[in-house]
């Protein structure tokens, strides 16, 4: 294969999420196959399971749909599609196993390094990292915190840094979720101007600053954008206020694609946005309000989950396609 794929102009996307409540029938362009459903109820299907209830109750599947044929493997403890252009990998990890989550942490990064060394994908876009009980602990004890360390353990100095997502889910500690996308080719990082980039933290928010950047920018045109919450500049902004912070995070939301747009010189329309509440009794409240101030057309998931700091309620990750020129 080719290490730099040739793409038509404003040939469709190489990658497509869908939500649905129905399972589908397994296709071999289908690159990963998620279920949100509350923890512990059961499935017939081979989807990768993930505790995050749905608002409205039962299962909901997350689609992704690749434009070519996959290819399937496992290599580097990661089970493994890959389609000529991208790579989607995943891994799960049982934390007891390897001391704790800081060091199942720095474990997983170990792999995935090794996976994008080797794999003919160097370059990765975009990383999940999903782990019950994201804020037990106190101080630098908490258990993102120390997530926080074990992955910089494993990074290289000035290593270029995707975008990415972590998320609680609102089980006890025992297992540590990780998937990544990755390309043959290299994309832009785009931070956003509302926000201090996350690697710049300042101490308080832990021995080391999360490794992550606000979104990826692909040669093709797509953006794929981290977790997105209420914090400018570096503080969470209307703690306790749910409704508020998803307004707050909507303009950082319209922030980051601005910068997106003026870099890539194409403007970006949403085509996947998936909401993180905090609270089940907020569910209803961010489900009518993101209708609201989101396209009506997006395909759009909300799910109940814990947020990496404790004062924030509601999270935003999402991908943006290109508008198609006239």
Same mark, same amino acid.
């Given at each position: 294969?080719?290490?730099?794929? &040739?793409?038509?102009?404003?040939?469709?996307?190489?990658?497509?999420?869908?939500?649905?409540?129905?399972?589908?029938?397994?296709?071999?362009?289908?690159?990963?196959?998620?279920?949100?459903?509350?923890?512990?109820?059961? #499935?017939?299907?081979?989807?990768?399971?993930?505790?995050?209830?749905?608002?409205?109750?039962?299962?909901? /599947?997350?689609?992704?749909?690749?434009?070519?044929?996959?290819?399937?493997?496992?290599?580097?403890?990661?089970?493994?599609?890959? %389609?000529?252009? &991208?790579? @989607?990998?995943?891994?799960?990890?049982?934390?007891?196993?390897?001391?704790?989550?800081?060091?199942?942490?720095?474990?997983? @990064?170990?792999?995935?390094?090794?996976?994008?060394?080797?794999?003919?994908?160097?370059?990765?876009?975009?990383?999940?990292?999903?782990?019950? #009980?994201?804020?037990?602990?106190?101080?630098?004890?908490?258990?993102?915190?120390?997530?926080?360390?074990?992955?910089?353990?494993?990074?290289?100095?000035?290593?270029?840094?995707?975008?990415?997502?972590?998320?609680?889910?609102?089980?006890?500690?025992?297992?540590?979720?990780?998937?990544?996308?990755?390309?043959?080719?290299?994309?832009?990082?785009?931070?956003?101007?509302?926000?201090?980039?996350?690697?710049?933290?300042?101490?308080?928010?832990?021995?080391?600053? =999360?490794?992550?950047?606000? #979104?990826?920018?692909?040669? /093709?045109?797509?953006?794929?954008?981290?977790?997105?919450?209420?914090?400018?500049?570096?503080?969470?902004?209307?703690?306790?206020?749910?409704?508020?912070?998803?307004?707050?995070?909507?303009?950082?939301?319209?922030?980051?694609?601005?910068?997106?747009?003026?870099?890539?010189?194409?403007?970006?329309?949403?085509?996947?946005?998936?909401?993180?509440?905090?609270?089940?009794?907020?569910?209803?409240?961010?489900?009518?309000?993101?209708?609201? &101030?989101?396209?009506?057309?997006? =395909?759009?998931?909300?799910?109940?989950?814990?947020?990496?700091?404790?004062?924030?309620?509601?999270?935003?990750?999402?991908? @943006? %396609?290109?508008?198609?020129?006239?």
């Amino acid at each position: 294969m080719p290490s730099q794929p &040739l793409r038509a102009v404003d040939a469709p996307p190489p990658i497509r999420i869908r939500y649905s409540t129905d399972p589908g029938i397994a296709h071999p362009q289908r690159l990963a196959h998620f279920a949100c459903r509350a923890a512990g109820a059961e #499935a017939a299907d081979a989807a990768l399971p993930l505790a995050l209830p749905a608002h409205g109750g039962g299962t909901v /599947w997350e689609h992704w749909d690749a434009a070519r044929p996959v290819r399937h493997s496992s290599a580097c403890g990661a089970a493994i599609a890959e %389609d000529g252009e &991208l790579l @989607y990998a995943e891994w799960v990890l049982d934390e007891a196993a390897h001391g704790g989550i800081e060091a199942a942490a720095t474990a997983v @990064y170990r792999q995935i390094a090794a996976l994008l060394a080797g794999s003919g994908y160097p370059h990765p876009v975009k990383i999940w990292h999903y782990l019950g #009980a994201i804020n037990d602990g106190a101080g630098d004890d908490e258990r993102y915190r120390r997530f926080c360390v074990g992955r910089a353990a494993a990074l290289d100095p000035g290593q270029p840094l995707p975008a990415a997502t972590a998320i609680g889910l609102q089980t006890p500690p025992g297992q540590l979720t990780v998937f990544l996308l990755a390309a043959r080719v290299a994309g832009t990082r785009i931070e956003n101007p509302r926000q201090v980039p996350a690697y710049e933290y300042p101490r308080a928010y832990g021995p080391v600053s =999360p490794s992550f950047s606000r #979104a990826m920018l692909m040669p /093709w045109g797509q953006l794929f954008v981290s977790g997105t919450a209420a914090v400018v500049g570096h503080e969470t902004r209307h703690p306790e206020n749910t409704g508020a912070q998803l307004r707050e995070l909507a303009l950082n939301l319209d922030a980051l694609i601005a910068r997106a747009e003026g870099i890539g010189g194409r403007r970006l329309q949403a085509a996947a946005l998936k909401i993180y509440v905090r609270r089940a009794g907020d569910l209803a409240e961010v489900e009518a309000l993101a209708g609201r &101030l989101f396209p009506a057309e997006c =395909p759009r998931l909300t799910v109940l989950a814990d947020i990496s700091r404790r004062d924030l309620l509601v999270e935003v990750e999402a991908l @943006y %396609d290109p508008v198609p020129r006239a």
